[in-house]
């Protein structure tokens, strides 16, 4: 089958809210992947900052096909070995005393919102249940988490939306201070702002949400679904700016490629949440548990986190380079190995993917103006090169043809 056998195929079986690329990946192993026609890519996606270990890392593989032989699930029901191996090892190296397991990104922030109205109501009352999130942020698709998230084309036709969610700028402490008071029972907001185009939060503003939270008396939520799990080169984003929120959320990477979520917060707010409040059939369960321990073992490694800020700087320079030669971009921000590059006005991040699949290398676009790049974290300064080159043959193909 090749791949356009097979994305005939998908369009005829497949809800239309994805428009896939055009080539289906059916083999991957660290960096390296094929599609159905034979063609071999690096992998810059990494499944979005998912496959943060590569794809099939060895050692996750082991985890998982251990595990495989003796539990797969057993429902929270039951506790069970994985999980809380799982829990004590995210417990010891965060700020947290508890974790709640889901299966995604949306799941833990609908935990986490959930718990911080809850945690309100119980502590004040009924009317402290304001929400602020920001513009550009992503926290999921739920409908209670999209509302939370900053773009409006995701929320349009899938009205009523969940009330009192209201939003604020980015980086601007001034516009939030006028939107806080006694009311709001949380703040939520991503240390760097992922799929809003890898804006990073800078410390100062970071500082002062806190202080704000701290005076109104609401819970501060880091959406670290993208930045955690070592992509910024600290196991979590806050460890590096600082800053420590009440309730932190990470998924994606967690599992490397496995779903699992997980929202950690302190041993007082999560006795908000007793048997019977929320659940998950799947949260928690032993193989998705084991699979994560295995992953957060090996990215918590302080050598690995330190070749993410590396190997981050490496790409930067890089891309910075390459900008001097085809002038392309006009800002290239990030941290660690989560990086973007701003498009100068009248390129569009969709055609340079295209131009960059076909020479090879698979990209993210962060919106359409901004390329995003999310590596696995254990990537060679050599890798990095070969990817490097492949980019600025994609980018002055395109310079030419827009000539
Ligand atoms: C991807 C993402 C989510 C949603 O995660 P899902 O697993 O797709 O539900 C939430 N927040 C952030 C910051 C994300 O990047």
Redesign the pocket.
């Known amino acids: 089958m090749s791949n356009q056998d097979l994305l005939e195929r998908y369009k005829k079986v497949m809800v239309p809210n994805y428009a896939p690329l055009p080539a289906v990946p059916i083999k991957a192993k660290g960096l390296k992947l094929w599609d159905a026609d034979g063609k071999e890519y690096l992998d810059f996606t990494g499944g979005?900052?998912v496959t943060a270990l590569g794809h099939i890392h060895d050692e996750v593989l082991t985890a998982l096909k251990e595990q495989a032989e003796k539990l797969w699930h057993v429902s929270n029901y039951f506790a069970n070995e994985p999980v809380i191996e799982l829990a004590e090892a995210l417990t010891s190296l965060t700020f947290a005393e508890r974790c709640f397991f889901a299966n995604?990104?949306?799941?833990v922030?609908e935990a986490a919102l959930k718990l911080a109205r809850r945690y309100a109501h119980n502590k004040v009352g009924e009317k402290k249940n304001k929400i602020i999130a920001f513009h550009k942020?992503?926290?999921?698709?739920s409908l209670f988490?999209v509302t939370a998230g900053g773009t409006d084309a995701y929320k349009q036709g899938f009205g009523p939306l969940p009330p009192q969610l209201h939003h604020s700028e980015h980086n601007d402490l001034e516009a939030l201070a006028k939107i806080m008071d006694q009311d709001c029972c949380a703040v939520i907001m991503?240390p760097i702002l992922?799929?809003g185009g890898v804006r990073n939060m800078d410390g100062q503003f970071a500082q002062g949400v806190r202080d704000l939270c701290d005076q109104h008396q609401a819970l501060l939520i880091f959406?670290?679904?993208?930045?955690g799990m070592g992509r910024t080169g600290e196991l979590f984003c806050y460890q590096g700016l600082g800053v420590t929120p009440d309730i932190l959320?990470t998924?994606?990477a967690l599992g490397n490629g496995f779903p699992i979520?997980a929202m950690m917060t302190s041993s007082e707010i999560a006795n908000s949440f007793q048997p019977g409040t929320h659940g998950s059939t799947f949260g928690g369960n032993p193989l998705a548990a084991a699979v994560a321990k295995k992953t957060l073992e090996i990215i918590s490694q302080p050598d690995i986190l330190a070749g993410v800020r590396e190997r981050g700087q490496e790409l930067i320079q890089g891309l910075n380079q390459i900008n001097e030669k085809h002038p392309i971009f006009t800002e290239i921000r990030g941290r660690g190995l989560l990086v973007g590059a701003q498009l100068k006005e009248g390129f569009t991040a969709g055609d340079i993917l295209a131009k960059a699949l076909k020479q090879g290398l698979l990209i993210l676009q962060a919106g359409s103006d901004v390329l995003r790049f999310a590596p696995y974290l254990l990537i060679t300064s050599a890798e990095i090169q070969e990817a490097l080159g492949l980019l600025e043959s994609a980018i002055s193909e395109q310079i030419n043809e827009s000539r």
């Open positions: 979005i900052a995604s990104g949306s799941e922030n942020a992503f926290h999921g698709r988490t991503e992922g799929e959406d670290e679904v993208q930045t959320t998924a994606k979520g």
